[in-house]
C-alpha cells in the first residue's frame, strides 16, 4: 500500500502474490479476473519511491530497514516493511536520487541497537562515555534510531530520578557556588501530553537580600493559573541584572529539565514571564532561551541592550503602565512593540505578539496583567520550527533549535538566518566560520540526499547520518525530548566544502 497518493488524493493499501514474479490484485475489487490490473493503476504509476510518505511498500515480517509509515496510528513504529515502488511506477516517473538508505547495513544497525541496550545495563558511574564507544558512530535505519532514542531516553529518566531527587526534594538548584530556591504549586488535571510549566520572575535587582525576598514572596501569590506548575525561583543574586547574568541560563536549562521528569511537564508548554527587575529578564532571557519557550510575557521591565530578532518562533507580549516613566519604560515597551509589528510585517509567519500599554497607570499595574498568562496559554513551541533566527546575546549559547556550534564560534551579537523546506537547508551567517546543523525524522526523511546552501552556493550535498551518539549528545544537552536529534553535519561557512 501506500501512505498516501502523490496526487495526495487519500491512501489505499491491497495484494501481491507471487507467480514466479510479484504481481498485485485488488483486495475484494473486480479485475476481470486479470493480475496487475486494478482501479489504482494509475495512481501507482506516479509513485515516489524517494518520498517516504508518497512511495509504495509491502509489508515485511521480517526486520528490514524501513518502516510501514501507518498515517492512521503515527505511533505505530515496528510494521517493517520493503519500499516496491519499482514494481508501480512508470520508468520516466521515477525520481533519479540515489537508494541512500540501501547503504545502511541493516545487521550493523541491529546490532548497533543491541550493544546499546547491553551498555544501558551497566550502572551509569561504570559506564565510559557513550561517544567512546563503537555503536556510537554506526549508522542507523529509521527504525533502529527511534528504538535507541526510546532507550536512552527511558534511561535518562532513571538517571534524572536517581541523581537529583534530593535538589527536587529541598527545592534549590546550585551553580558553582550560587543557589537558586525555588517555589512551586500545581493546579489542575494534568494533560494527555504533560503539563504546563510557568516559570515566574521577581522583581527587586540591585537592593539588600530582604528586599528581593519580599520580592519573591509576592511573587508566589501574584498569578494564579487553572492548569499546570506555576514556580517562582530565587534569584541567585541581589545584583540589577540578577536574571539575566550567564549563570541563569543553565539554571533554568537545568530547571525545565527537572520539571520534565518529576512533574511530566509537557517541554512544548513552558512559559516566561516577570515583573519589574523579572520584566529586565524576560526581555533578556526569551530572545536568547527562545527554543525553550511556547511564549514570555514581560511585565514592567526594560530591555536594556536585548534585541527581539530571536523571537522569530515564540509568541511574546509587553505589559507596561502607560505612566511607568523611569527608565523610561513606557517609551521602551512602545518602542519594542513598534520593532515587533515590523518584524512581523516582514514575516507574517513569525513573531506573534501583543503589546498592551495601560493607560492611567505607573510601574503597578492592578493585577490587570494578569490577562497574560491565558494569552500565553494559547501557544505550543514548535520544537522544529522550518525557519529560525539566532542572535547571540552577550550571554552566548551553543545551540538553537537544530542549529549549533563549538565553543570557538560563539561570537556575542552574531546573527544566523537559517531555513529548510523538504530536503534543503539554507542559512546566511555572518563573522561565523562553521555551523553545525542537526536534523530527525520529525523535520525531514534522513534517507535521502540533503542539501545546504548559503547566498546562492551549494555548502554540502549528502546524507545526513542517524547515529546512537547524536542522539546521546543531543539528549544529554537539554534533556528535552522533543529537541533530540539524530543526524548532525558540520558545514564551513567560508568556502564550499563540508566536514
Known sequence: GTPRWADKGGNHSWVEIWDGDWHYTGAAEDAGGKLDRAWFTGRAATARRDHRT????????????????????????????????????????????????????????????????????????????????????????HANAQEAERLLWNDHVQRIKQTRADEMKTRRLTAGNLQMPFYYTVSGDKPKHGRSLYISLHGGGGAPKQV????????????????????????????????????IDGLFDRLIENLIVFEDVDPNRVYLL????????????????????????MMAGHPNEASPLGLRNVAFTIHVGAKDSPYNRNKVARQWGQKLDALQEDDPHGYVHWTNIYEGKSHWLDGQDAAALPWMAGHTRNPLPSRIVWRQDDVTGSRFYWLAVKPQEQRARVAVRASFKGQQFDVQAGKINQLIIRANDGMLNLDEVVTVTSQGKELYKGRMQRSIGTLAKTLAERGDPAAIFSGEIVVTLTKKTAM
Open 54 to 141: 508518497h512511495a509504495i511498500y509491502a509489508t515485511s515480517f521480517k526486520r528490514t530497514e524501513e518502516t510501514f509509515p501507518l498515517v492512521w496510528d503515527r505511533k505505530v513504529n515496528y510494521v517493517y516493511a520493503v519500499n516496491v515502488t519499482d514494481r508501480y511506477a512508470k520508468p520516466k516517473q521515477r525520481h533519479n536520487t540515489p537508494d541512500i538508505s540501501s547503504r545502511i547495513d541493516v545487521e550493523a544497525s541491529l546490532h548497533a541497537v543491541a550493544q546499546l541496550k547491553k551498555y544501558l545495563q551497566a550502572a551509569s558511574g561504570d559506564r565510559s562515555a557513550i561517544a567512546e564507544q563503537e555503536f556510537a558512530t554506526v549508522p542507523l535505519t
Open 274 to 297: 516577570g515583573y519589574s527587575a523579572g520584566g529586565d529578564g524576560v526581555y533578556q532571557l526569551a530572545p536568547r532561551m527562545a527554543d525553550r519557550f511556547a511564549a514570555a510575557a
Open 212 to 247: 528581593n525576598d519580599r520580592q519573591w514572596a509576592n511573587q508566589k501569590r501574584l498569578y494564579r493559573v487553572k492548569e499546570g506548575v506555576y514556580l517562582a525561583p530565587r534569584a541567585p543574586t541581589d545584583t540589577w541584572n540578577m536574571w539575566h547574568q550567564a549563570h
